[in-house]
């Protein structure tokens, strides 16, 4: 099983600053990457998949990047709607498996 | 518009079984791969099952294995997720999700439904 390392844990920053994420795997992914955002008392929402695209309608701040092992969620611009707790995903083999999480606050 | 709807949820007993169905509208239901994947109390996403579009090809998490069963009816643009032996760690949010079409293996979870919680506890 690929596990997934997510830091860090919790990221605390105000509105109009720069956010990166980090992912890390336990074996190489290729880029079989998503990211996800999930936001209290909803579904999880695909922002970006297969490690750098952006999937329909997410915002050009949200950007991702990496390939094999290592990969980073950045969000350019903070923007209020964008603190949430974000979740990565690889696809590469089964089974599939998501981080823990990072959780992105209010500073 | 393109959804998914969750039902069949509740309150079972430990040991007990539950069905849940996923019903899907808006896209051509035989075209993507399908998945559940559950969220318990305060924890994060945990993968817990996939279909093939013809439902021919399984897999499951070693957690549910041998306990869940996923099967599919194109006809009725439904999934579903027969969950018998059910245990106290069961409990949580299970999310019904599309799997993108992807040329290589599965695709990212584009489409997810709002969920439907399993509570397992005497």
């Known amino acids: 099983e690929i596990v997934l390392t997510q830091s860090p844990a919790t990221l605390s920053l105000s509105p109009g600053e720069r956010a990166t994420l980090s992912c890390r795997a336990s074996q190489s992914v290729s880029s079989y990457l998503a990211w996800y955002q999930q936001k209290p008392g909803q579904a999880p929402r695909l922002l970006i998949y297969?490690?750098?695209n952006r999937a329909t309608g997410i915002p050009a701040r949200f950007s991702g990047s990496g390939s094999g092992t290592d990969f980073t969620l950045t969000i350019s611009s903070l923007e209020p709607e964008d603190f949430a707790v974000y979740y990565c995903?690889?696809?590469?083999?089964?089974?599939?498996?998501f981080g823990q999480g990072t959780r992105l606050e209010i500073k | 518009e393109v959804q998914l709807v969750e039902s069949g949820g509740g309150l079972v007993q430990p040991g007990g079984s539950l069905r849940l169905s996923c019903a899907a509208s808006?896209?051509?239901?035989?075209?993507?791969?399908m998945n559940w994947v559950r969220q318990a109390p305060g924890k994060g996403l945990e993968w817990v099952s996939h279909?093939?579009?013809?439902?021919?090809?399984?897999h499951y998490a070693d957690s549910v294995k041998g306990r869940f069963t996923i099967s599919r009816d194109n006809t009725k643009n439904s999934l579903y997720l027969q969950m018998n032996s059910l245990r106290a760690e069961d409990t949580a949010l299970y999310y019904c999700?599309?799997?993108?079409?992807?040329?290589?293996?599965?695709?990212?979870?584009?489409?997810w439904g709002q969920g439907t919680v399993v509570t397992v506890s005497s």
């Open positions: 995903q690889q696809r590469r083999s089964w089974p599939i498996t």
């Open positions: 279909s093939s579009r013809g439902g021919n090809t399984l």
């Open positions: 808006g896209f051509t239901f035989s075209d993507n791969e």
């Open positions: 999700a599309r799997s993108a079409i992807a040329s290589t293996g599965t695709g990212a979870f584009d489409i």
């Open positions: 297969d490690a750098s």
